[in-house]
């Protein structure tokens, strides 16, 4: 049986692990290989692309051509603190102080741009191999050196209650609870954020993107996911195209070099509309670097 393969754009439940989530839709595939872009924190909600099948072969293209730019939108409360800097965790500290919104503003205007900052201690950043929250949850404290970051756009949404809600377009390796934190500690107070949902990662767009649960009740009624079930080679449209012909395409296949007049650089291989991979075109000579 052929195995079942392409990408599951993923608009993820809070409370759901990012593996969880790809492993449960892999298993309604039939198929163990699975992998995704972007882990995003369990209390988190959004995009999360999941490669089924032979598309885990083209996570690391998409994670190198497409735009690597994030969409957040998330809110926070201001005045206490958590070991993880959201609801999820333990409080840790508490203060009165509750900045004015002439405050906020100024803090997010000298947060855009380049920043240094520091990833959350319950993150998956390895320190030493090791990741940070397993680390913090044998009780070790250890520090984790801050990271150059871009922020593109960083603004206020308005409050509702105890709660201020942002946006922020930021680069990969950008932590929104650390963001929050940053946020807060320039106004002279701590903050813990209640929501983060992540709308845009690596091209890949919520308008595209379905619940578990809708996929799951597709899969309960007639097993087939059709137009939810996106092709191997989505999301992989900056790259350019490349055409061979039959013979050539079962050359390419077997791992054979093909002349061609067409520029240097990466392409998407096709014959007959079929992708079959990605290759390397240098000096005139198409060479196979992940066939399908």
């Known amino acids: 049986m052929k195995m079942t393969s392409g990408w599951i754009i993923l608009d993820k439940d809070s409370g759901l692990f990012s593996r969880t989530a790809g492993g449960r839709i892999a298993r309604m595939l039939g198929t163990k290989k699975f992998g995704h872009i972007g882990t995003l924190d369990p209390m ?3 995009v999360l692309p999941i490669a089924i099948g032979d598309a885990t072969k083209m996570i690391p293209f998409v ?3 497409a735009p690597s730019v994030k969409e957040y939108l998330f809110s926070c409360q201001f005045g206490f603190e958590t ?6 965790g333990h409080e840790i500290a508490r203060t009165d102080v509750i900045p004015p919104e002439s405050v ?3 803090a997010l205007e000298s947060l855009r741009g380049s920043i240094l900052q520091t990833p959350p201690m319950y993150s998956a950043v390895h320190i030493d191999g090791v990741r940070a929250h397993e680390l913090a949850r044998r009780g070790r404290a250890v520090e984790i050196p801050p990271r150059s970051v871009e922020i593109y756009e960083l603004e206020f949404m308005g409050r509702d209650g105890a709660s201020w809600h942002f946006r922020t377009v930021c680069s990969r ?8 934190r940053d946020i807060a500690a320039k106004c002279g107070t701590i903050a813990t954020v209640d929501m983060i949902r992540r709308t845009k990662t690596n091209g890949f767009d919520i308008k595209d993107a379905v619940k578990l649960d809708f996929l799951e009740k597709v899969f309960n009624n007639s097993g087939n996911f059709g137009e939810n079930l996106k092709p191997i080679d989505f999301g992989l449209g900056d790259i350019p195209v490349l055409n061979l012909s039959d013979k050539d395409a079962d ?3 077997n791992g054979g070099f093909v002349r061609t007049a067409t520029n240097d650089g990466l392409h998407r291989i096709y014959t007959d509309d079929q992708f079959i991979g990605i290759g390397v075109v240098s000096d005139g000579v198409l060479r196979p670097k992940r066939t399908i």
Do not use: N, P, Q
Not at 83 to 88: F, G, M, R, V
Not at 173 to 180: E, F, N
């Open 83 to 88: 070991d993880t800097l959201d609801i999820t």
């Open 44 to 46: 988190a909600t959004g």
């Open 173 to 180: 390796g950008t932590y929104v609870r650390s963001l929050a």
């Open 251 to 253: 050359f390419y296949r």
């Open 63 to 65: 994670e190198d051509v």
């Open 104 to 106: 906020v503003l100024a």
